[in-house]
């Protein structure tokens, strides 16, 4: 199912490579169907930190537990630590390594059912793995359960209540999520997929959390629990899960009414603009023909305004040329009227 891909530093060093990879390489992995599958144990530096760089661009990779702890596992060769119930453990796991627990529970506590959660409030990213025990005392992987974030933390949980439960898959559609909004929306629930145990018997339980960071430190709670305290969280998690199934189903048929809509709203958008367009020509050359009705020439817009600014300047002028005859006029009367000359009889008396 899984494609193993080492990066290469000669090609993603090449700018005009690496463009062909992003654009091409991408796409051929997504046409395929296949995630990046990824032992982070097994790469060097730089190729970590290239890993890490896609990872963040959304590219869907996915890591692998290390080799070298799987087959130290499968040796008997690791340490296991015990695991109270009730009692959670705060530890640091370094990158591409694993604290090993072991948690014994009887038979009432098996048949009530029996939860395992670790969560990391430094959102680091990790691994909870679940091993059946070997005649010969060593330990092969059986369950593994990535680590998510939900809300302000990652976590992870495994939970055997006796019904069937579920795990979601957060990479089943993280390349659509990144390419189409509406084919994410309906592939949302696609990694919605049943958990292979659904009960524990009674007896000793190894479980493990690996550190899944690229480059620094796992930091987590780890927490085991009696689910004989939480029967109503039991049904009503089988009640939202059953609720779950359905909007599946729905989203299905759904998918399919909205691809008919969609595309007969697109055709109606499409018609709108060609309508809008079609009647504004006419309405324009309904105008035009309105205006062909008249001997005059033609008015150019330039030469109006030409002819409205003389005009103005003209009126202007005018006015200016007006107001300069007043006040020459004005000033001839009061040189006439103060240069008036009496002329007096002297050899009369008065």
């Known amino acids: 199912m899984f494609k193993e891909v080492t990066f290469s530093y000669n090609i993603l060093s090449d700018p005009d490579k690496r463009r062909q990879y992003d654009t091409a390489g991408f ?4 046409a395929e169907n296949q995630e990046l599958e990824l032992d982070l144990s097994s790469l060097g530096a730089v190729n970590t930190m290239f ?3 896609f990872s963040k661009l959304g590219v869907p ?3 692998t537990v290390s080799a070298t702890v ?3 596992a499968l040796n008997g060769m690791v340490t ?3 695991l109270s119930l009730g009692q959670p453990v705060f530890k640091k796991v370094e990158k591409q390594c694993a ?6 529970i009887t038979e009432e506590e098996a ?5 395992c959660r670790v969560q990391s409030s430094d959102k680091s990213k ?3 793995l679940y091993f059946d025990q070997e005649e010969n005392g060593g330990l092969s992987l059986a369950l593994q359960e990535d680590s998510a974030k939900t809300g302000k933390v990652t976590s992870a949980g495994m939970y055997f209540l006796g019904f069937p439960v579920y795990r979601m898959d957060q990479a089943a559609n993280s390349v659509a999520v990144a390419k189409d909004p509406d084919t994410a929306f309906f592939k949302k629930l696609d990694g919605f997929q049943p958990c292979e145990i659904t009960e524990l018997k009674a007896g000793t339980h190894v479980f493990s959390v690996y550190g899944d960071n690229f480059f620094r430190s796992a930091s987590y709670t780890i927490e085991a629990l009696c689910a004989a305290p939480f029967a109503e969280e039991k049904e009503n998690l089988r009640s939202v899960e059953a609720q779950i199934l359905s909007k599946r189903v729905e989203l299905s048929k759904f998918e399919t009414e909205y691809r008919e809509v969609l595309q007969q709203f697109t055709e109606m958008t499409s018609r709108y603009a060609q309508e809008m367009q079609e009647i504004d020509n006419l309405l324009k050359q309904r105008n035009e023909i309105h205006a062909s009705y008249t001997i005059a020439p033609p008015i150019k817009r330039s030469s109006s305004r030409n002819k409205n600014r003389s005009a103005a300047k003209d009126t202007k002028e005018d006015g200016q040329a007006r107001d300069k005859r007043s006040t020459t006029r004005d000033r001839l009367k009061k040189k006439k009227w103060y240069n008036i000359h009496l002329k007096v009889d002297k050899r009369k008396p008065c």
Do not use: C, D, M, W
């Not at 796409?27 to 997504?30: I, K, N, R, S, T």
């Not at 048949?111 to 939860?115: A, L």
């Open 126 to 128: 990790f691994k909870l």
């Open 27 to 30: 796409e051929a992995v997504e």
């Open 51 to 53: 890993a890490a760089l």
């Open 61 to 63: 990779i996915k890591t």
């Open 111 to 115: 048949r009530s059912g029996f939860v």
């Open 80 to 82: 296991v630590r015990p």
């Open 70 to 72: 799987l087959e130290e």
């Open 99 to 104: 604290h090993f627990y072991s948690i014994s």
